[in-house]
């Protein structure tokens, strides 16, 4: 829905009547279908947990048709008894006249447990510290009891129509908090139910509009935005019209395409919210980690049962398996298989290769085969932030040859405008409470080039900033300057090291930094380890010449061999974790690199909590622990202290590294 954008009055009624009737046409040709022996509208009820949170988006006359629809018992009473007059009251106050706020429905939740219907609706611009307001529906009086009531108050919810058992109507008679916002759909008609759910909503939507939590911002409201709450992201997701684009730029081609970004850089969020068809392909969105829905990760598992069972692989394992994850049937159309966590699928074969010699020849090398016929008549596309993990029995490998890699693009800014998909995002964290002008984005997306999730923590922190600085709501436009100003003040390193909103790419970078890190993924390890350096070097851009790439390489730390700098020059910058052009290199996310910057590296064999020890287990000789690490550089990093001849020789109980660098002890 385009509810976040609809504010007139006339838009938001146009839009709840579209919406109703696409979604009665829906469930009304299933209620008329017949599946084996049973009919569609005995089906409905049993499995609304598919599709009740619909409910919320209805007009109350189409709930009523629904509650008519569904085969006749408890299901379709509790419709028209609870959630028709939970609609009304939200209905009659959209259709006030002289108002310039509107309650809108943005989310719906059924749980078929507690027989209940959430509804959120759109908040007052003035409720500073809250963006929906939560009402409830309860279908049957058993689970509107005094415990789920009480539950509901302390959640703040604003109304709850049930159908009230009589000791649960003396409950609510003698308990006043719980009795402003609960209303009987037992005692009174339908007509009076409705009166008292928009009495209880006007007095909460009053309060709201009323409240003022002083002349400075009190609130803060972008920690609403739901990182880690996936069940919430459909309100807050941005249209990624930049993946669409760099998919239909293969609409013709088949093969199979990789890209590659930094992690959070929100390419599961996009793929999996593409839709089913892409000019005459069907796009099937499967993953190898943690997706939106238990079906996105069939494609895997069928994959891991195979390689388990170590039986033959069918020579239709790859067609056949893809056919059964694709949301539509492909009925012969092309398809578009998108493999998200690549790494996992790939590292999880070399595994198992490592493990069976026998499984290599019979599930192994023929899924990698079946990969490259797959892809000669459709497109299939990894997804990931590591550019090499496919290349496993490379001695055998049929695929590696075909694979070709494409930059994923982070959020998109139109310079010296706030449209585009990172003017959405910021809009969306900001929740339209805080204004902001192009000079602003420009800079924001300068420090984090678009990396929603390091967006979302710098506005974050920066709120944080505005509400130290008392800067009221009123009035508010942050411009290029109050950035700089926050820059200044709080993206410097001492604060990135300790700031919550930082922790996963704190975490990220160190374990990537480290002796485990190096053991798992060495081309991780040196991108990190080059973006630490590079944020060390003193320039205000994070950048450094073209040409001191391989000698800054020189000084990691490493215990082993690594990546040549052209290399990671070319995939780093594929990744999104560089950008260079003839002359210098660029730290391409900022807040990224200075966060590598901002951590200590455990770079030797214990990697425990931060203490770092040599490569070698017996810890550090008399001399190094004399000098603990050598000096501080500009970044908290501890440099080397000196270098002993290339041919990588021990200086005491510390080894250097191939380049002869000894690591630092502590």
């Known amino acids: 829905m385009r509810a976040t954008n609809a504010y007139d009055q006339n838009a938001i009624l146009r839009l709840r009547s579209l919406f109703s009737a696409a979604a009665m046409g829906i469930l009304d040709g299933y209620a008329a279908v017949r599946i084996g022996d049973e009919r569609g509208h005995a089906l409905l009820p049993r499995f609304s947990r598919r599709w009740g949170h619909n409910l919320a988006f209805l007009t109350p006359e189409a709930?009523?048709?629904?509650?008519?629809?569904?085969?006749?018992?408890?299901?379709?009473?509790?419709?028209?008894?609870s959630v028709v007059p939970l609609l009304e009251s939200i209905d009659r106050l959209i259709?006030?006249?002289?108002?310039?706020?509107?309650?809108l429905p943005l989310l719906g939740r059924f749980s078929w447990s507690d027989r209940m219907l959430e509804v959120s609706v759109r908040a007052p611009r003035s409720a500073s510290a809250r963006r929906v307001i939560e009402a409830r529906a309860y279908?049957?009086?058993?689970?509107?009891?005094?415990?789920?009531?009480?539950?509901?108050?302390?959640?703040?919810?604003a109304l709850v129509v049930a159908p009230l058992r009589p000791h649960v109507r003396e409950f609510v008679r003698e308990t006043d908090a719980v009795a402003t916002i609960v209303v009987d759909a037992d005692a009174r008609g339908a007509g009076a139910t409705v009166e008292r759910a928009v009495e209880v909503w006007t007095r909460t939507i009053y309060s709201l509009r009323s409240r003022r939590t002083g002349p400075a911002i009190a609130h803060n409201i972008a920690r609403e935005f739901p990182l880690r709450t996936p069940s919430?992201?459909?309100?807050?997701?941005?249209?990624r019209t930049s993946v669409r684009d760099l998919?239909?730029?293969?609409?013709?081609?088949?093969?199979?395409?990789?890209?590659?970004?930094?992690?959070?850089?929100?390419?599961?969020?996009?793929?999996?919210?593409?839709?089913?068809?892409?000019a005459d392909s069907v796009i099937v969105s499967q993953t190898c980690g943690t997706g939106p829905s238990p079906d996105a990760t069939l494609f895997f598992d069928k994959v891991s049962e195979a390689v388990v069972s170590s039986t033959r692989l069918e020579a239709d394992f790859v067609e056949t398996s893809v056919a059964e994850c694709a949301p539509v049937a492909p009925d012969g159309r092309r398809k578009v298989l998108i493999i998200d966590e690549y790494e996992t699928l790939f590292g999880f074969l070399a595994a198992a290769a490592d493990r069976d010699g026998y499984v290599r020849y019979t599930v192994l090398q023929p899924l990698l085969n079946q990969f490259v016929e797959f892809a000669r008549d459709n497109l299939l596309v990894l997804l990931g932030q590591q550019p090499d993990a496919h290349f496993i029995l490379m001695d055998q490998n049929q695929l590696a040859p075909y694979v070709r890699q494409d930059p994923f693009p982070l959020f998109e800014h139109v310079s010296g405008s706030r449209a585009g998909e990172f003017g959405q995002l910021v809009a969306k964290v900001f929740t339209e409470r805080i204004d902001c002008d192009p000079g602003f984005l420009g800079s924001l997306h300068e420090e984090t080039a678009g990396h929603p999730f390091l967006t979302v923590n710098v506005l974050c922190s920066l709120v944080d900033w505005l509400i130290e600085q008392k800067r009221p709501y009123r009035g508010l436009r942050l411009n290029q300057g109050d950035f700089g100003e926050f820059r200044k003040a709080r993206l410097q390193l001492r604060h990135l090291a300790i700031g919550a909103d930082y922790d996963f790419f704190r975490r990220a970078a160190k374990e990537a930094m480290g002796r485990r890190g190096y053991d798992v993924n060495p081309w991780l390890f040196t991108v990190y380890w080059v973006l630490r350096e590079i944020c060390g070097s003193g320039t205000d851009d994070l950048s450094i010449k073209r040409r001191d790439l391989a000698g800054l390489m020189e000084r990691i730390p490493a215990p082993g061999p690594l990546p040549e700098p052209s290399e990671i020059l070319q995939t780093a910058s594929q990744a999104n974790f560089l950008r260079y052009d003839e002359d210098r290199v660029w730290v391409r996310i900022r807040t990224l690199g200075r966060l590598a910057a901002a951590v200590r590296a455990g770079v030797g064999v214990g990697d425990v909590e931060g203490r770092t020890t040599c490569w070698r287990q017996s810890g550090c000789g008399a001399a190094e622990r004399a000098i603990p690490g050598g000096p501080l550089t500009s970044t908290g990093l501890r440099s080397p202290s000196r270098t002993t001849a290339e041919t990588g020789t021990a200086s005491g109980d510390c080894f250097a590294n191939r380049r002869g660098t000894i690591p630092w002890c502590q």
């Not at 279908?139 to 919810?157: D, Y």
């Open 247 to 278: 998919l239909s730029a293969f609409d013709r081609n088949n093969g199979v395409r990789l890209w590659c970004s930094v992690r959070r850089s929100g390419k599961t969020t996009a793929c999996f919210g593409l839709d089913f068809t892409a």
């Open 139 to 157: 279908l049957e009086g058993e689970q509107a009891f005094p415990g789920a009531l009480t539950e509901a108050l302390a959640r703040n919810v």
């Open 232 to 239: 919430m992201m459909p309100f807050y997701r941005v249209e």
């Open 95 to 103: 259709r006030k006249q002289r108002e310039d706020y509107f309650p």
């Open 63 to 81: 709930a009523s048709e629904v509650a008519a629809l569904v085969e006749p018992g408890p299901f379709g009473e509790g419709i028209e008894r």
